[in-house]
């Protein structure tokens, strides 16, 4: 499906004119619809960007926000035009090319030039002067769990549509696989709705790239008092059934049994396309620490984006709502010529059973010390050193404490001046 815009009548130089700025560069291309690529078209309009843009996406769907679909769609609070990022309208008033239905093969930085293909136009080309790269994660899905109705991942609109509806026909139990973000907002929206939910996380804790154990715990607290089992520290063996999944063995023998399964795996980056692009890719696609990458005129954002760090300089790709919105902004103030330096502050969150856990900035580092609760508590409010310096805040229910500890990570404090007279708990996983 192709939305076209109103002709540009700027004059459009010749693909691979080099100029940092937008002075000469008129023709914008985007890969990806989601809030990142969303963002960026957005920002350009709106700092006075006249020249050509075209998205191009696979879904068939106009854009959306995702982090809906977990929670308040699979619920029934929100239908689909609560969470549409774009109208029909609003596409015509941005002037955008949007190019749904419409996925991304390949990739020719020299002569710049943008591969794709679509059931319906067949196979073509985009000239490009500067091209934005952000097709995000694709949800992982073992072999081992493929071949049976009823197992279900999630991270189209497609997909929420046919898990909501699987979970309207209350087929049975649901076992989710994986304790993370996903995992746990599908189980708490199972729950919500009077069905058997039970998750299994392979890691000692539920959201253990995250959270500790001590932190954890009263999350999963949480989960158990809404009628969720939570199994941790065991990983799931295989799928049984016949035809569709009845029952989930875990490695140890247990079984489990299943009417749906819900794969909570985490994403790989969707960078497949890309292979015989020349850009540096592994676990995303490399960039420097103003998301651009070696190849000229070429950016990467979003969760595909593996951006060195100017302080470290390591290369870190961080899958956050928020850090894709604040890097689709950057790179549109650097598309028009404005480059200042680019810093992020991580900051994400979840919604389960009521209660709001948040972190921004580190959520591992030398010390943990609660200034708020404790992993005995419904709720905290938790800080996190590295070095000499506060690193990060976590908080799971105090949202106005949390939102007053968060403002001080924009030029973080050292450590002792914001702890000064507070608990020293920093050993959680012992208590755990």
Avoid at 58 to 85: H, I, M, N, Q, W
Avoid at 219 to 238: N, Q, Y
Avoid at 247 to 264: K, S
Avoid at 267 to 275: F, I, K, M, R, V
Wanted: hydrophobic share 40%; charged share 25%; proline share 6%.
């Amino acid at each position: 499906m192709r939305w076209s815009t109103p002709a540009v009548t700027n004059r459009l130089p010749a693909p691979g004119t080099r100029d940092h700025g937008m002075s000469t560069a008129q023709r914008v291309v985007v890969v990806g619809a989601g809030i990142a690529g969303v963002q960026v078209v957005e920002s350009l309009r709106k700092n006075g960007f006249e020249g050509a843009l075209t998205v191009v996406d696979a879904d068939p769907e106009l854009p959306y926000d995702r982090p809906p679909l977990s929670k308040e769609f699979l619920t029934g609070v929100f239908d689909e035009d609560d969470f549409r990022l774009w109208s029909a309208d609003r596409v015509t008033e941005l002037r955008v090319e949007l190019r749904l239905s419409t996925r991304a093969v390949g990739l020719d930085t020299a002569r710049r030039r943008l591969a794709v293909r679509s059931a319906a136009d067949g196979a073509d080309e985009l000239a490009y002067d500067r091209l934005v790269l952000a097709t995000g994660v694709a949800p992982r899905r073992p072999a081992a769990f493929v071949g049976l109705d009823g197992v279900h991942t999630l991270r189209s609109l497609a997909d929420a549509r046919a898990l909501r509806d699987a979970l309207s026909t209350k087929p049975g139990p649901v076992v989710v696989v994986g304790g993370g973000f996903i995992g746990g907002e599908v189980a708490t929206s199972a729950a919500a709705q009077g069905l058997d939910v039970t998750i299994v996380e392979g890691g000692g804790n539920l959201l253990p790239s995250v959270l500790s154990p001590g932190l954890s715990r009263p999350l999963e607290r949480l989960h158990e008092a809404s009628g969720v089992r939570v199994i941790c520290g065991r990983t799931v063996a295989a799928l049984h059934g016949q035809g569709s999944v009845e029952t989930v063995e875990l490695a140890d023998g247990t079984r489990l049994p299943a009417g749906i399964v819900v794969l909570g795996l985490g994403g790989a980056p969707e960078t497949g396309w890309l292979d015989r692009s020349g850009l540096q890719l592994s676990d995303g696609v490399h960039t420097d620490e103003g998301l651009r990458t070696p190849a000229e005129g070429v950016y990467a954002i979003g969760d595909i984006a593996r951006r060195r760090d100017s302080a470290t300089g390591a290369l870190v790709r961080l899958q956050h709502w928020t850090s894709a919105h604040r890097q689709a902004a950057h790179v549109a103030r650097d598309l028009l010529g404005t480059t200042v330096p680019y810093r992020d502050v991580p900051f994400i969150w979840t919604d389960q059973h009521g209660a709001r856990l948040q972190i921004a900035g580190a959520s591992y580092g030398d010390e943990v010390r609660f200034v708020d609760g404790s992993p005995d508590t419904e709720a905290y409010l938790a800080l996190v050193r590295r070095g000499p310096d506060l690193a990060g805040v976590i908080a799971l229910g105090r949202m106005r404490e949390f939102q007053k500890m968060r403002r001080l990570l924009s030029d973080p404090p050292q450590w002792q001046s914001v702890v000064a007279g507070t608990p020293d708990l920093d050993t959680l996983g012992a208590q755990a």
